[in-house]
């Protein structure tokens, strides 16, 4: 099948006389695909639909936003109630609260949060609040984590940075990133012996908890406990970046999955119910440095804004409602069994956790960025372009995770499994053939 893209090739021309590279973000150019981006009309459930009226089975939802698909018809009410009664006050509202308190209800590390306007926000304030808590500089974090694109984050990082394969994206300081230290991911010696040299320098240590961004890599057994007991050893605070974990590897994120209460936590993504909203929170008296009642400057004529905050509370409520993770969790097992079943023969292998997960187009299962790169980005780029044409809209990169989400379908996901087996052998006939 090819598939027809003309109004998206014209729509592509036309925005890249406009907006830089005619995106803006850069993982949405498909770059690594060798093709042209797909411009999008409309989504519903887990199925979006592009300029061209071709219908796609969503996998990467907006990279992690829609936990309950698209337009859910409960949060597109609530928030077009609220738009009626206006849209920002710049000025505190009832919406907050509600949200905060469903946030803290759910996250057993939280006991206050902050609202932003993304996860880049949350990151980057959360950050400062550990700095100014502890009266240190530097932050450890790890290659191949992505914690979006503040300038002190961005050293080794993972996401549409490692796409770029530069240590440093040009325009950050060296002197910002001598303030960052980047160790190798699930290397527990290169920690120690960072501690052991620097420990009282360390503001905090952050992490994801399940890494995404350089697709699914997850911590080997008792790396993040390390991680845990090295902080508190050292007075450094644990910051887990839970901007796409958060809500989603449990009803409390990756925190209470693997038992692990950090510091601070960073959210984004799945808390704004598809409105641009980040949120940082953790320890009352690490929460209490910030303004106004303490000396850690921090702010946003947007943050908190009220169609946001009530597009995410109705959405928090949603999947707060009983068996939804249980169900979840049951799916996306299930989903990923029968997958495994079809990559295992070919060369490619699948890392998941919960119901994230990534094809790599490597014989090995990678545990670290190092080895991500050592995968196949051609053949990726030809499985992705011909999935594309099997109607399945996977993340656009190797570096990059896929979700399995409450509006999949048991068909829609048989149809996944389908396309990936017709891609995979459109690839690698010959394997088919041996
Ligand atoms: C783990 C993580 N942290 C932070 C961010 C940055 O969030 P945003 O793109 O909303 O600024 C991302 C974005 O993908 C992320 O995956």
Not at 28 to 54: C, M, Q
Not at 78 to 94: D, E, H, L, S, Y
Not at 260 to 281: C, E, N, Q, R, Y
Request: with cysteine; charged share 20%.
């Amino acid at each position: 099948m090819e598939l027809l893209s003309k109004q998206s090739k014209q729509a592509f021309e036309e925005a890249i006389r406009y907006i830089p590279g005619g995106v803006n973000s850069p993982v949405r150019s498909f770059k690594s695909i060798g093709r042209s981006p797909l411009f999008f009309e409309k989504a519903s459930g887990s199925v979006l639909t592009d300029v061209d009226g071709n219908d796609y089975i969503d996998m990467c939802n907006s990279w992690g936003v829609t936990l309950l698909g698209h337009a859910h018809p409960e949060v597109t009410e609530a928030v077009i109630a609220r738009v009626q009664k206006g849209t920002t006050f710049g000025a505190p509202t009832p919406e907050e609260t509600l949200l905060a308190k469903k946030v803290i209800d759910m996250v057993p590390a939280i006991d206050m949060v902050r609202f932003v306007s993304s996860g880049t926000e949350a990151v980057m304030s959360a950050v400062r609040v550990a700095r100014g808590f502890t009266g240190r500089t530097l932050l450890v974090k790890f290659d191949g984590c992505y914690h979006g694109h503040a300038d002190h984050l961005l050293v080794d990082a993972g996401s549409g940075v490692a796409e770029t394969g530069e240590h440093l994206t040009p325009g950050v300081p060296r002197e910002f990133a001598q303030c960052t230290v980047s160790l190798p991911f699930n290397d527990p010696k290169a920690v120690k012996a960072l501690f052991e040299t620097r420990g009282e320098e360390i503001a905090a240590v952050i992490v994801e908890p399940v890494p995404a961004n350089m697709g699914v890599v997850p911590a080997g057994s008792g790396f993040l406990q390390l991680l845990r007991d090295l902080t508190t050893q050292y007075g450094a605070l644990l910051i887990f970046d839970e901007v796409i974990t958060g809500f989603r590897m449990s009803r409390g994120g990756a925190g209470q999955y693997f038992g692990i209460t950090p510091d601070l936590v960073t959210l984004g993504k799945i808390i704004g119910g598809g409105f641009p909203v980040g949120a940082f929170g953790g320890r009352r008296d690490v929460m209490e440095v910030l303004a106004p009642l303490g000396p850690v400057y921090q702010a946003g004529t947007l943050s908190g804004n009220p169609v946001a905050m009530e597009a995410g509370y109705h959405t928090l409520r949603l999947l707060d409602q009983p068996g939804v993770y249980e169900d979840l969790a049951r799916k996306a097992e299930s989903f990923l069994g029968k997958l495994r079943a079809i990559v295992d023969r070919y060369p490619v292998t699948l890392n998941s956790v919960g119901p994230m997960f990534t094809l790599f187009f490597h014989k090995k299962n990678p545990t670290n960025f190092e080895e991500v790169k050592g995968c196949d980005f051609e053949n990726f780029a030809w499985f992705y372009r011909s999935l594309l044409k099997e109607g399945v809209y996977f993340s656009p990169s190797q570096y990059e995770a896929n979700f399995v989400n409450v509006a999949h379908t048991e068909h829609q996901l048989r149809l996944v499994l389908i396309g990936v087996q017709r891609a995979l052998s459109y690839v690698y006939g010959y394997v088919d053939n041996m």
